[in-house]
T-cell receptor, first 114, second 117 residues
Framework: DVKVTQSSRYLVKRTGEKVFLECVQD?????MFWYRQDPGLGLRLIYF???????EKGDIPEGYSVSREKKERFSLILESASTNQTSMYLC?????????????FGQGTRLTVV | AQTVTQSQPEMSVQEAETVTLSCTYD???????LFWYKQPPSRQMILVIR??????QNATENRFSVNFQKAAKSFSLKISDSQLGDTAMYFC??????????????FGKGTKLSVKP
């Protein structure tokens, strides 16, 4: 089974802290994504990466950065957490080709910034 | 820019009945995929069904089927014989295919489906 694992299911951080959300996939997928999910807004793309050390901004990159040093790991970084970053964060991965057209998701990290 | 619209924020259905969730999308691309994902209270996003835009035949997966109208840019999901376990958020999503490679998923805002006993 494809597995996408997010390091924390729940996280509480203080305003101004630097926060790291980690995501690891075990299927050798080229593409990895970070989404933010808020009620009534659906999932919005923060950043994605199509290769090691490559990254592309999504729709809402402000206040976030990412790191992809290894193919299997994609980290989301909140440089200085703010209360408006309280949200559910979902990581996903997908292959570039090979006939498998599907993104696989982690279980989500519910982040609360106080 | 690509957009996905789900016009029904919430729906409910009686167990064993049929329900249809609506989705429309906007794109100028020709090669793309459409998806319905389910997110139960456990939060794990699960693929329900997918449709390749170049295929005219509507996709079917057991009790789940789609009505894909390419010209109208419509992609509705029909759930037959609804079960309590179908209670979840349902997201319609769109992905452009770049000559065999894949882009990122663009999601609608979701429809919260409640199946009542």
């Amino acid at each position: 089974d494809v597995k996408v694992t997010q390091s924390s299911r729940y996280l509480v951080k203080r305003t101004g802290e630097k926060v790291f959300l980690e995501c690891v996939q075990d299927m050798d997928h080229e593409n990895m994504f970070w989404y933010r999910q808020d009620p009534g807004l659906g999932l919005r793309l923060i950043y994605f990466s199509y290769d090691v050390k490559m990254k592309e901004k999504g729709d809402i990159p402000e206040g976030y950065s990412v790191s992809r040093e290894k193919k299997e790991r994609f980290s989301l970084i909140l440089e200085s957490a703010s209360t408006n970053q309280t949200s559910m964060y979902l990581c996903a991965s997908s292959p570039t080709d090979g006939g498998v057209t599907e993104a696989f998701f982690g279980q989500g990290t519910r982040l609360t910034v106080v | 820019a690509q957009t996905v619209t789900q016009s029904q924020p919430e729906m409910s259905v009686q167990e064993a009945e049929t329900v249809t969730l609506s989705c429309t999308y906007d794109t100028s691309e020709n090669n793309y995929y459409l998806f319905w994902y389910k997110q139960p209270p456990s939060r794990q996003m699960i693929l329900v069904i997918r449709q390749e835009a170049y295929k005219q035949q509507n996709a079917t997966e057991n009790r789940f089927s789609v009505n894909f109208q390419k010209a109208a840019k419509s992609f509705s999901l029909k759930i037959s014989d609804s079960q309590l376990g179908d209670t979840a958020m349902y997201f319609c999503a769109f992905m452009i295919s770049y000559g065999g490679s894949q882009g990122n998923l663009i999601f609608g805002k979701g429809t919260k489906l409640s199946v009542k006993p």
